[in-house]
C-alpha cells in the first residue's frame, strides 16, 4: 500500500486503514458534494513507524508506570506530554521518510494544508471522538507536513484521549491513527452545522463566521447562529453576535484581521445559503444514516465540506462532570490572553482590595449580632473568590500547558520539561513571603541577643526591628497558623511565626536556596526564539510571557485567596473567643451559639490521618522499600521523612527533613525552604509543591501513591527526582 | 499495612503457584552463581524446596555458604514485561533435608513436579530447604515492597 493515498484510493485501503475521517470524505465526494483536495497516510505508516523504532514499547512504559485509576488529571497531561515529545523526537526511519516525502512532495508541492486525525472508528457510528485528537491548520512543505503527521500520531495519546481511554478503547497493541492531509481552503466564510439541537430535537443548528472556522472551534470568535426547522428548513430565528474580527492565513499560521465596517454589519449568509448548508446537511445525514456535525465553509460561493460526523452531546454520554470540565481547560491562546487581562486586571486587584478592606475593619468593636452578620458576609466574600477560582484561575494555569507543548513542537528537546527553566524564578509571591521569612532569621543569627530572648518566649518589644518586620510579615501573610487550616487553627498566632524562625535561623543563611538551577536561561529563550521564522518571534514572546504569567498566577492566586481566608478565620475566632469568654453577656452568648458557623463542630484537618507512627509488630515485618511516583523536581536527597498530616506539623518541621505529604497547599509552601526534598502523593507538574520545589532546585517527587501510608514518619529515605523513585532505608537484606 | 502484608503475600502465593522455575544464587570463595531449579513452597511461605544432583556447583555452594538467595518471576520475554512482570526475590539460609525423615515436605514438592519422582529417589540426588527470611517483590518496574518472615 502507498504510504500517501489518493481520495479515490481510500474505498480500495478500507476503512480499518483510512480511519473514520477520511472515509466520510470520500464518501461524500462520491454523492458529489465538494470536499477539498485530500491525501491520506495510511494506519500502516503509523504501525510501521512505532514497530521499527520502538516507539510502541516506550509509549508501554509510560502509559502504565501508574494505574490510571491512581492519576489525577494533571499527571494524564503530564504523560501525554512526554509521550508527544516521544514522537517528536523519535525520526522517521529512512525508509519512511523517504517514501512519505516522495508522495508528499509529488501531491502536495509547497501548497498551505490542514493535517488531521483520522482514527479508525473515529466519526464513525457509535461514537464522536471529537477534539480528542489534533489537527493542525496552515501547515506547507515536506518537513513540516512530516512533523505534523507525527503529532497527529501522538495525540491518539493526549490528555483527553487518555482521559476517554475506556471509550475509544484505546490500547497501544492495537490503537492506530490515520492521518488527512487537506488542501487549505482560503475561505471567505465558514461555520457548522449540527443536523440536530441537542437541547430541541425539532430544531437544526447552522452557525457561520467570516474567514476560517478555526476562531470558531477554539470559541474566540462568537457566531451568527440560526435556529431551522429540522424538518423544513425554515427559519425560526437568527441571533446576531457583535461581528468585529475574522480569522485568516498568515504565513506560518492564523491571525485575526479586523472586519470591514460593511461585513460587520452584514451576517455571513444569506437565507438562501442558510438553506444550501441545511439542505447538504440533510444529504449528508441520508448518507450516513444520522444526523450530522458538518464542518464547511464557502470559497467564491462554491460550498466545500471539511468533515462530517454524527452528533453526541459531548462526544459521549458522561455522567462524569469533571472530565467534562477538565477538558474545558484546554484554551487557546487568544482565550488565555482575555482571561489574563481580566486576572491581572480586575480580579487580583478585587481580591486584595477585599482582604484589605475585611482587615481593616475592627472586629472587636462589633455587636454580638454584627459579628455574626460579619462572619456571614465573609463567608460570602470568601464563597465567591473560591468561584472565581476554579472559573478563572485554574483555567489560566493552563497556559503553562500551552507555552509548554509549542515550546516543544518548536525546539524539540530531549527534556519534555525543559520550558520549565524558562518560566521559573518569576517572583513568586510565596517566594517574596520566604524571603522575608529569611530576612527574620537573619536578624536572629547575628543578635545573640534577640535569639536568646526568642529562645525564651521573651518578645522583643515594640520598637526592635525585628518587631516591626515581623508584624510587616503577619499584616500581609498572616501569622501562618491560620491559613493552614480551619479557623481552629489559629490560636498559635505570632508564636509559631517565632517558632518557624528560630528554626531557620539554625542554618547557616547562604544555604537558604537549596541547590541553584544550572540552565543557562538566557541560551535557553535564545533557542527558543530561533527555532521560529521571523515573522513568527513576536508570538514567540508574547507566549512565553504568558506562560510566565501563568506560572506566577499559579501560585500566588492562592496566596490571595489565603489572605480572604484569613479575614474569614479572623471573625469566626472572634465569635469563638467571645463564646468562650465569661464576660459576654448571656444574650450574646446564646446569639452566638445560635449561630451556624460558630456552633458547628470544628472543621476536620485537610490531610487524612495516615496510620500512627509506631512500629507495631505486624508493621515491622513489612516495608515498602520503593515506591514510583512522578519525577517533579530533579535532584536526589536523603533524609529523614516528615509526614505532614496536619496543618500543625508543619510548624515543628526541621531543616533537612524531607516533607511527605498528600499534597503542599499553597498557603504551606512556606517551610520549603527548610526541606531537603518534598515527596507529594498528588501528583502533576502544575501543583503548587512541585512548582515551588522546583525555585528552590529541591528533588521533588508528585503522584507518589499512598506515601503516607507506606512511608513511615521519621524513616530515612532517598528521594531521586531525576527517576521519581523513593527508597526507604531498611537495615541488611 | 497489615493488608498490604497480606495481600503480598497473597500475590507471592499466587506467583509461586504460577511459576515452576527459580533462579537460585550461591556463593563460595567470593564466587557468584546462578542456576535454575524447579521449586515448590510450603503454604506460609516461610520455606522454598528444590532438588539438587550433590555434584552441582550449587550443592557445592550451599553446603559451603548456607546463605542464598533466589528469585521467581513471571515474565514473558515481551517488551510489557517490564510493567506487567512480578518478580520475588527471598532470602534465606539453605540446608540439606533428610527425605526419609521429612517425607511430607518431600510430597508437597512431587505433588508440584510429579515428573521429578525418579530423580527424587536417587541417592545422589539432595533435597534443599531454604528457611526465608525475607521477601522483596517488584511490580511496575521499580515498586518495591519487602517483607520479613522469619527474623
Same mark, same amino acid.
Given at each position: ?733 | ?84 512482570? =512480578? ?8 540446608? =540439606? =533435608? ?46 518495591? =515492597? ?6
Amino acid at each position: 500500500m502507498n504510504p500517501v493515498l489518493q481520495s479515490g484510493e481510500f474505498p480500495a485501503a478500507g476503512k480499518d486503514q483510512v480511519g473514520g475521517k477520511a472515509w466520510c470524505l470520500a464518501q461524500i465526494s462520491e454523492l458529489g458534494i465538494s470536499i477539498p483536495k485530500t491525501w491520506c497516510v495510511p494506519c500502516a505508516v503509523y504501525e510501521n513507524y512505532i514497530t521499527q523504532t520502538r516507539l510502541r514499547d516506550r509509549i508501554f512504559l509510560e502509559i502504565n508506570r501508574k494505574p490510571f485509576e491512581q492519576m489525577r488529571w494533571e499527571e494524564i497531561w503530564d504523560i501525554a506530554l512526554r509521550i508527544r515529545n516521544q514522537f517528536l523526537t523519535t525520526p522517521l526511519p529512512l525508509d519512511i521518510r523517504k517514501n512519505l516525502s516522495d508522495l508528499i512532495e509529488a501531491y502536495c508541492g509547497e501548497k498551505p494544508l490542514a493535517v488531521r486525525s483520522s482514527a479508525p472508528g473515529e466519526d464513525g457510528s457509535a461514537a464522536s471522538f471529537a477534539g480528542l485528537h489534533e489537527s493542525f491548520i496552515n501547515i506547507s512543505g515536506v518537513e513540516d507536513i512530516l512533523k505534523h503527521i507525527k503529532l497527529v500520531w501522538a495525540s491518539l495519546y493526549s490528555d483527553a484521549a487518555l482521559l476517554y481511554r475506556k471509550e475509544l478503547g484505546l490500547d497501544i497493541q492495537t490503537s492506530r491513527m490515520a492521518v488527512v492531509i487537506q488542501e487549505l481552503i482560503p475561505s471567505d466564510r465558514s461555520g457548522i452545522f449540527f443536523g440536530v439541537n441537542p437541547s430541541d430535537a425539532g430544531e437544526s443548528v447552522l452557525e457561520a463566521v467570516y474567514g476560517l472556522n478555526q476562531a470558531l472551534v477554539d470559541g474566540d470568535i462568537a457566531p451568527d447562529r440560526w435556529h431551522l426547522s429540522r424538518s423544513s428548513g425554515r427559519i425560526i430565528r437568527h441571533e446576531s453576535p457583535v461581528r468585529d474580527r475574522c480569522a485568516v492565513v498568515v504565513p506560518g499560521g492564523v491571525s485575526f484581521t479586523e472586519l470591514t465596517a460593511d461585513l460587520v454589519q452584514t451576517p455571513p449568509l444569506n437565507d438562501r445559503e442558510v438553506r444550501r448548508i441545511w439542505e447538504t446537511g440533510k444529504q449528508l445525514e441520508t448518507l450516513f444514516g444520522r444526523p450530522q456535525d458538518v464542518e464547511w465553509t464557502f470559497l467564491h460561493d462554491r460550498l466545500i465540506i471539511l468533515q462530517s460526523r454524527p452528533i453526541t452531546s459531548t462526544g459521549f454520554t458522561d455522567t462524569d462532570e469533571k472530565r467534562t470540565w477538565y477538558l474545558t481547560l484546554h484554551r487557546s491562546y487568544e482565550n488565555l490572553q482575555v482571561l489574563h487581562e481580566k486576572i491581572t486586571r480586575d480580579l487580583i486587584p478585587e481580591m486584595i482590595a477585599a482582604a484589605d478592606r475585611l482587615g481593616s475593619k475592627p472586629l472587636a468593636d462589633l455587636s454580638a449580632e454584627d459579628l455574626c452578620r460579619e462572619i456571614e458576609e465573609r463567608q460570602k466574600i470568601y464563597d465567591h473568590w473560591v468561584s472565581v477560582y476554579w472559573a478563572d484561575f485554574i483555567p489560566f494555569a493552563h497556559g503553562i500547558r500551552l507555552f509548554g507543548q509549542v515550546y516543544n513542537d518548536a525546539v524539540t528537546p530531549e527534556d519534555p520539561y525543559e520550558f520549565m527553566a524558562l518560566l521559573e524564578k518569576t517572583g513568586l509571591k510565596s517566594m517574596e513571603r520566604n524571603q522575608l521569612l529569611e530576612n527574620l532569621a537573619d536578624m536572629i543569627r547575628s543578635d545573640a541577643g534577640l535569639k536568646t530572648q526568642l529562645e525564651n518566649d521573651l518578645a522583643p518589644g515594640p520598637d526592635h526591628p525585628f518587631s516591626h518586620l515581623l508584624d510587616t510579615f503577619i499584616a500581609q501573610f498572616g501569622d501562618l497558623s491560620c491559613t493552614t487550616g480551619s479557623g481552629s487553627e489559629c490560636q498559635y498566632g505570632e508564636l509559631a511565626v517565632i517558632r518557624l524562625l528560630m528554626e531557620f535561623a539554625r542554618r547557616p543563611a547562604a544555604a537558604g536556596s537549596g541547590i541553584p538551577h544550572q540552565r543557562d536561561t538566557a541560551a535557553l529563550k535564545e533557542r527558543y526564539m530561533a527555532s521560529f521564522p521571523a515573522h513568527r518571534r513576536e508570538f514567540a514572546e508574547d507566549l512565553l510571557h504568558l506562560g510566565r504569567e501563568s506560572y506566577r498566577l499559579r501560585d500566588d492566586d492562592n496566596i490571595y485567596l489565603g489572605r480572604i481566608e484569613t479575614r474569614l478565620f479572623e471573625a469566626v475566632q472572634e465569635g469563638q473567643r467571645r463564646l468562650g469568654d465569661p464576660a459576654t453577656a448571656k444574650k450574646d452568648r446564646d446569639m452566638l451559639a445560635r449561630f451556624p458557623a460558630l456552633s458547628a463542630a470544628p472543621a476536620a484537618p485537610k490531610q487524612t490521618d495516615a496510620p500512627a507512627a509506631d512500629e507495631t509488630a505486624a508493621q515491622r515485618w513489612f516495608r515498602s522499600r520503593q515506591i514510583v511516583g512522578q519525577p517533579a523536581g530533579p535532584g536526589i536527597a536523603t533524609g529523614t521523612a516528615r509526614l505532614v498530616k496536619n496543618p500543625q506539623d508543619l510548624l515543628s518541621f526541621k531543616q533537612g527533613e524531607i516533607l511527605v505529604c498528600q499534597g503542599v497547599d499553597p498557603n504551606m509552601t512556606f517551610v520549603i525552604p527548610l526541606a531537603s526534598a518534598v515527596v507529594e502523593e498528588r501528583g502533576g507538574m502544575l501543583i503548587h509543591g512541585a512548582i515551588i520545589a522546583r525555585e528552590y532546585g529541591l528533588p521533588c517527587i508528585t503522584g507518589a501513591p499512598h506515601a503516607m501510608q507506606l512511608i513511615q514518619d521519621g524513616n530515612r529515605i532517598t528521594v531521586d527526582g531525576y527517576l521519581g523513585i523513593i527508597t526507604s532505608h531498611t537495615k541488611g537484606l | 499495612m497489615e493488608n498490604n502484608r497480606k495481600q503480598t503475600l497473597e500475590q507471592i502465593s499466587a506467583l509461586f503457584a504460577s511459576q515452576d522455575l527459580a533462579v537460585l544464587s550461591t556463593q563460595k570463595n567470593n564466587q557468584p552463581y546462578s542456576s535454575l531449579v524447579a521449586f515448590a513452597a510450603s503454604s506460609d511461605l516461610a520455606h522454598l524446596y528444590f532438588l539438587t544432583p550433590t555434584t552441582t556447583r550449587k550443592y557445592d555452594h550451599l553446603t559451603a555458604n548456607p546463605p542464598v538467595s533466589i528469585l521467581v518471576n513471571d515474565s514473558r520475554n515481551q517488551a510489557d514485561d517490564i510493567y506487567r512482570a =512480578v518478580s520475588v526475590t527471598g532470602t534465606g539460609v539453605a540446608a =540439606v =533435608v533428610d527425605k526419609a525423615k521429612d517425607k511430607g515436605a518431600l510430597e508437597l514438592f512431587l505433588k508440584k513436579h510429579p515428573h521429578l519422582k525418579e530423580f527424587a529417589s536417587a541417592p545422589t540426588t539432595a533435597f534443599i530447604r531454604i528457611a526465608i527470611h525475607r521477601y522483596y517483590m517488584v511490580s511496575r518496574f521499580q515498586n518495591v =515492597v519487602e517483607l520479613e518472615i522469619t527474623p
